[in-house]
């Protein structure tokens, strides 16, 4: 072709990449070992598995095989090396980190070729965003692990991390896991994928190079039954980090309930790219081209769903038509190239089989003229348009590079169409209209929400699902908290604060026990009316019927039972409905039409919360009364809950306003704001000790926040909390925002747990319980806070009270605004 062709046709040369020095590289290498200890070591099994070139199907290189005795090892030399490194400063931390991020650009081209090789995806893409992402994420949290002594002073490491990463980013996801990790002072044993271990084991000879303490990063290959089971299970690991599809997001929350293991999990998705009718279309084709056929559409937040407005939809299509017939598939390594390989046989017959689906149910398939490279595992871009929201294509994460058209006609069509997925990993919305875009924006169900952009990560901006994408965030500040844990949560001590919850009569043991019987008088107020001819009656005190509290009214017991209170010697003292499934139903329908609550202003939260503090401040001596007759502690420690209650509803009124976010500045012309927003629903059920404080620590930040609750009491202390309603009532709160549903806790709290339409349930009993609300917490991936039977001390506010609450109560979304012509 001479240059004239070239100018007519437009047509790009060859720009290969020498593939020569990553394949000298793993030929020194291969077959490689595992890293523990800094050492390479044989596996046990002594078996080796092949890595393989997707762009040829041909093997790269044999890696080991590690088994669960190699997990044992490894796991072993985290744990030993914990003990130092748990405790080495921050700045020493931060200069291995330091150290880390300048060996990734130094060896930043042999890193981007093994990953092309490894993987399939072009070279334009490793070398341009996979590995200086990999590096600013190094930098990026070297700055963390120099401040955590200032800025996470109430912390500390969590301990030994099991890390089991997939093979869409190898490297890119081995960095967002290691890098925080390692900043908060844990140690780690890091599974990667069975298609992609080179770019880690790279990665391995880098941590030799900068002289990482031995055992602080141990890395198995080998396959996901021996090696990634055997992490998730093993005792002396005290978290899980997990990057990959949500059904084994699913199991592993299985598999760790009440093992009281931490958990992150970072899963799948179906994102929506809405486009507006006044948006700059050639702006939003190469939008596309970035959402779904980058790294081949396997991205967990690729924008797969395009939702565009009907008056421009035909010509949307016809420009994205013309833009895929000159995308170019072939070599990964490739300059010139835009789309590489498919990373395995397995994963090209599953889009294929999906793809097929699609057809089959009536979607119509567009696929450019051009034919494939027949070696390798390749899959043309491929354009589904009339497209029903309910099939198959429209719902299932494909994993390819397939994108699903819809249309909408008004705003409010788009959020709810861009909703209508069990994920909320990501968004994007094109508008040249910011109002628009800005509108829309916090309506829609996702962790990352991209306005005239798509698939911009940085280490700055923290990463991470809503609903069935997962929980926990990767990145920001709001990512280090995956990898600590609160000071005084040391296990090893806690048995000195048990008598709290066993023995919640003597806790705080100060001051004489009054009597309950003398208390018990008092807080019946028993009178007596005198008749003119001198003769003295008795007066009944009224009967008071507890009822439950469902959408702001006073409701009885779907089972038409009730449940007897006792006081601690045994006479009782009151009844409470007792609750069922049904009544958990209402419950969570009325919380559900409360969810206005959310979109109102933070001040109006906060003088709601005020508001509350004061009414019950006006009740104090009968609250006060209540406590002393169901628990029989002293009149001056049950004073002392009912104030600490007035006081924690005066901090979160305070937080309500000012537990705001942060505007990050990645390095982009642009910002991104970081929103705390509300969860959505929160099942809570009480713990059994403090019946008014623990029911207070708990709804005050979760409404503070602007979720709107079901609450199950204390199971034998209810009546602090059926009194509450009242308070409620009288206090401007909406209806629907609280729901109090009272009976057996624990049979309460499973049915919340597998309730769909709970977005998060925190249980705070026993450890069988919290073993329990875990496993079923599975079902709609919700997220948890349990207390695996360890009691907490409600009246210290560093337990009971603070930050810990405010984060449980909010997930962050962040939205991206690039500016500029
Ligand atoms: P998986 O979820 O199976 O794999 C991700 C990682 O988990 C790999 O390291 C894998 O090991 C490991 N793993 C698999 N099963 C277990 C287990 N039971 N216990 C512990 N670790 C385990 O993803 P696949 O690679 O099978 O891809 C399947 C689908 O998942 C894709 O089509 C896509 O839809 C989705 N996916 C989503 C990703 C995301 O970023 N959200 C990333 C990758 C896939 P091994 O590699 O040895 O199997």
Redesign the pocket.
Known sequence: MNVTEIFETMEYGPAPEAATPGLSWIKEHSPFGLFINNQWVKPASGQYIDSINPATGKPLAKVAAANSADVDSAVAAARAAFETWGKTPGHVRARYMYAAARHIQKHSRLLAVLESLDNGKPIRETRDIDIPLVARHFYYHAGWAQLMESELPNYQPVGVVGQ?????FPLLMLAWKIAPALAMGNTIVL?????TPLTALKFAEIIQEIGLPPGVLNILTG??SQV??A??RHPDINKIA????TD?GR??RRATAGSGKKLSL????KSPFIVFDDADLDSVVEGIVDAIWFNQGQV?CAGSRLLVQENIANRLIEKIRVRMEHLRIGDPLDKAVDIGAIVSPG?LK?IQRLVNKGVEEGAVMWQPSWACPTEGYFFPPTLFTNVSPATTIAQV?I?GPVLVSMTFRTPTEAVELANNTRYGLAASVWSENINLALDVAPKLKAGSVWINCTNLFDASSGFGGYRESGFGREGGKEGLYEYVRPKWEMLETLSEDIHIAKDPMSANGSGPMSSPDEEAEDAMQDQSLGSSNGYVAALPAIDRTPKMFFGGKQVRPDSGYSRDVYDPPGRMIGQVGQGNRKDIRNAVEAAHAASGWAVGTTHNRAQILYYIAENLSVRENEFTHRIVQQTGRSHEDSVTEVEASISRLFSYAAWADKFEGVVHRPPMRGAVLAMPEAIGVIGIACPEEYPLLGFISLIAPAIAMGNTLVVIPSQQSPLSATDFYQILETSDLPGGVVNIVTGDRDMLSQILAEHDDVDAIWYLGSAEGSKNVELASAGNMKRTLVNYGYPRNWLDTVQGEGEEFLRESTQVKNIWIPYGE
Do not use: D
């Open positions: 089991i990463i997939p093979w869409n599974k990667p994928a069975r298609y396959e996901a990634g089971e992490l998730v997990f990057t990959g599809s084994v199991s592993i970072e899963l799948g998705g967990c994963q599953e994460e994993f």
